[in-house]
């Protein structure tokens, strides 16, 4: 495809997508600037990220490291913010928390040291948001090993101990609906624990949540950030 062609593409989805994401904000009363797209550009080229910046994108959603740091380190005349939304082995954190802008996925206390680690030359505290599992809790304990996100029990525990650290920021909280449950239930199942983490830490305004298959269910429950891939990159050219 011609890039004339690709941004053609890219334009007509990004305004798919915002009108989709006005439509869902009128729908629950709320402002249309009070969500934020964050467009996942994963899979995907860095020719595609420059069109996107070029169509007033300012967020970028990327999972995977080192991935994210090449497209970024391709991209900086940009001036984009970097959201780093994949999940984290503990060895690859002070390497992201080096270029993230935001870390959408601390699921876990043992991350917090390398990513202070890397947040060490940075001007300002990183942006962290927890991720929490929205798994039925007994299904949840069934598959541990593939549960991204940390239980809702051990969540406040885990803001505090983000909060406690001087370099990391507690900004609020990420969540992907479960497969096998409707979007409504999973985020209502959200807007409610982050009731009890905004008791505790009023500060951590950031709710993370919908993609392209339930963005308007998220920005229902209070939303503040969508994260966005295929409705507006397109299908992405390698099976996960
Ligand atoms: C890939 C990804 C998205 C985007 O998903 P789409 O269905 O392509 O919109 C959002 N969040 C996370 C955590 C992802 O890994």
């Known amino acids: 495809m011609s890039e004339r062609a690709r941004r053609a593409e890219l334009a007509a989805n990004l305004a798919a997508v915002r009108l989709r994401i006005e439509g869902a904000c009128a729908a629950a009363g709320r ?5 934020t797209v964050i467009v ?16 007033e994108v300012v967020d970028v959603g990327e999972n995977r490291h080192p991935e994210a740091a090449r497209k970024k380190a391709a991209c900086l005349d940009l001036g984009l913010r970097w959201h780093f939304i994949g999940g984290l082995q503990t060895n690859k954190a002070p390497a992201v928390a080096g270029y993230a802008d935001v870390v959408h996925s ?30 039925d809790p007994e299904r ?13 029990t051990e969540l406040l525990a885990l803001a505090d101990e983000v909060s406690a650290e001087a370099r990391l920021r507690l900004a609020g909280l ?15 199942r959200l807007a409610r624990i982050r009731e009890a983490l905004l008791a505790r830490h ?8 919908g ?11 209070g ?3 969508v994260r966005v891939g295929r409705a507006i990159l397109g299908p992405r050219p390698v099976v996960e």
């Open 31 to 35: 402002a249309p600037e009070a969500v």
């Open 40 to 55: 996942v550009t994963k899979f995907f080229p860095a020719t595609d990220v420059r069109i996107l910046a070029e169509l």
């Open 106 to 135: 601390v699921d876990r206390a043992k991350l917090l040291p390398g990513l202070a680690r890397g947040a060490v030359d940075r001007a300002e505290p990183l942006p962290c948001l927890i991720q929490v599992s929205l798994e």
């Open 140 to 152: 949840a304990a069934g598959a541990s090993s593939a549960r991204a996100g940390i239980a809702p």
């Open 174 to 188: 990420m969540a992907v609906a479960p497969v096998r449950m409707e979007p409504e239930v999973a985020f209502t």
């Open 202 to 209: 009023p500060e951590a305004t950031v709710l993370s949540a």
């Open 211 to 221: 993609m392209t298959g339930d963005l308007e269910q998220a920005i229902a429950a």
């Open 223 to 225: 939303a503040t950030h």
